[in-house]
């Protein structure tokens, strides 16, 4: 059985926990106001809220519903539209409203639960961040400048935020949330007690050989109806799974690191200043809040992003099955076009990589029809390492150019040592 509240209701349900969480909340719970548009994660039509404990914190973030499993809202706060209604319009609604940001509605209630998402959140109000909290909506009527307008009223509210009260303090304080969610913490607090010996049950009723589950924002998009009644691993969720950490010389990134944990990790942005900028080219904010690193290695695309990036760092992963454990360098993984040096049963259970200090730069490059929100046509990432000028050391892989994504061997040392 899997357990979550929505909105303000308790959810204990015996649904396959594999049906993503659009299908259970408009035909099981009846709540259509989150509509279905491409059920692709690319229009954000879908767009709920999703809140669970994080370092003490209850944090909620955007996610696209039609690639949520509901085994992954399994403990969680989930929030539709209808969750953010009061008696009457909401000052997102009534920004929307005012601005004329809205024609035929489809994308409103999206719009309206991502912005509701940026007002909880503990962001700078600015207006950069408010769109960014909105480059996973698509409106097709409307023209975005109206949005964006509506935007700018959240952001001149949101400078009236208390340095001492949490989101949901200050979105109820504004009835921008109703007054439940005060409660949400504590029952989330006794929601996650109860739950924690039936997420363990839930990993172990799987049969010997379940598929393995991240973030699903590709394999909901390639197998959406396969996945629905699969014998699934939920990886997402495991404790410890999301670290970040320095292990001597090596950064160590857990099985289920999102994009998002990545930009949101100290570590991570010490290492690499421009990582903020990078992130801006990697799909939107719904997705980069599910999709995992780990995932994006073994989706084996030759484009993908962080394979990219990853290969130019030449890092290692841990791979497990059962008690059986190795390490396979990330640029001898591909073995032709979707085609791994892996069985279906290896799971990742890290991501390695060397620190190889200040000499040391890195860069990201992403080439795509759009610059924003679109999948690259090539790109390309290299790390090189210089004394006095004189390169010594260069790692450089590209994507596009080939079935695989590659590491370009014959350019490892530029120079005798
Ligand atoms: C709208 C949209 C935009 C996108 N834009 C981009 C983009 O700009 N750039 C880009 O690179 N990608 C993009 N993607 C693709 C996708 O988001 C990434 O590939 C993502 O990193 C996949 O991670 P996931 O956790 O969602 O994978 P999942 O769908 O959960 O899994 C993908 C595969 O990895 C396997 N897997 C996952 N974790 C492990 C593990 N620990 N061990 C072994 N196997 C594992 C699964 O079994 C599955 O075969 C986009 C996708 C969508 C829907
Ligand atoms: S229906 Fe389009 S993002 Fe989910
Ligand atoms: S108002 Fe029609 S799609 Fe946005």
New binding site residues.
């Given amino acids: 059985m899997i357990r979550f509240i929505l909105n303000n209701t308790p959810i204990a349900t015996n649904q396959p926990p594999g049906m993503v969480l659009l299908d259970f909340i408009r035909y099981h719970r009846q709540l259509t106001g989150t509509k279905i548009g491409c059920r692709?994660?690319?229009c954000g039509a879908c767009t709920v809220l999703v809140g669970e404990w994080n370092d003490g914190k209850l944090l909620y973030k955007s996610m696209t519903s039609c690639?949520l499993p509901i085994g992954n809202a399994e403990g969680k706060h989930i929030v539709t539209v209808e969750g953010v209604n009061g008696t009457g319009l909401t000052p997102v609604q009534e920004a929307m409203a005012g601005e004329g940001a809205t024609q035929c509605g489809f994308c409103t209630p999206g719009f309206v639960v991502s912005l509701t998402g940026f007002c909880l959140e503990n962001q700078k109000p600015t207006m950069e961040n408010a769109v960014a909290a909105i480059d996973g909506n698509i409106c097709r009527c409307t023209g975005y400048k109206s949005i964006e307008r509506a935007a700018g009223r959240l952001v001149t509210l949101l400078k009236d935020r208390k340095k001492t009260e949490t989101g949901i303090e200050f979105c109820v304080r504004h009835k921008i949330l109703p007054d439940y969610f005060l409660g949400i913490p504590e029952r989330m607090s006794l929601l996650q007690e109860s739950e924690k010996s039936k997420i363990k049950a839930l990993s172990a009723a799987q049969t010997k050989k379940p598929?393995?589950?991240?973030?699903?924002?590709?394999?909901?998009?390639q197998q959406h109806d396969e996945m629905t009644n699969a014998n699934i691993k939920f990886?997402l969720d495991e404790p410890g799974h999301d670290e970040i950490h320095i292990d001597g010389n090596e950064c160590v990134l857990g099985?289920?690191v999102t994009?998002t944990d990545l930009a949101k990790s100290g570590v991570f942005s010490e290492l690499f200043t421009f990582f903020p900028e990078y992130i801006k080219l990697?799909?939107?904010t719904p997705?980069r809040n599910?999709?995992?690193?780990?995932?994006?290695f073994?989706?084996a695309?030759p484009?993908?992003?962080?394979t990219i990036f990853f290969l130019a760092l030449d890092a290692k992963l841990k791979l497990k099955d059962g008690e059986h454990e190795r390490l396979v360098p990330l640029r001898k993984l591909y073995k032709g076009y979707k085609i791994l040096d892996k069985t279906p049963e290896?799971?990742?259970t890290e991501i390695r990589f060397e620190l190889h200090g200040t000499r040391t730069c890195f860069h990201f490059e992403k080439i795509s029809k759009r610059r924003n929100l679109?999948?690259?046509s090539v790109n390309s990432a290299c790390n090189i390492t210089s004394d006095k000028g004189i390169i010594g050391d260069a790692a450089i892989s590209a994507g596009g150019v080939g079935p695989i994504p590659l590491y370009l061997e014959k350019n490892i040392c530029l120079v005798n040592r």
């Avoid at 598929?211 to 998009?221: F, I, M, P, Q």
């Avoid at 599910?290 to 994006?296: C, H, L, Q």
């Avoid at 484009?303 to 962080?306: T, Y």
């Fill in positions: 692709e994660g690319d690639l598929r393995l589950l991240a973030g699903g924002t590709d394999l909901y998009v990886l099985p289920a994009v990697v799909s939107s997705i599910m999709a995992t690193i780990a995932g994006n073994i989706n695309s484009i993908g992003d962080f290896e799971q990742i679109d999948i690259a």
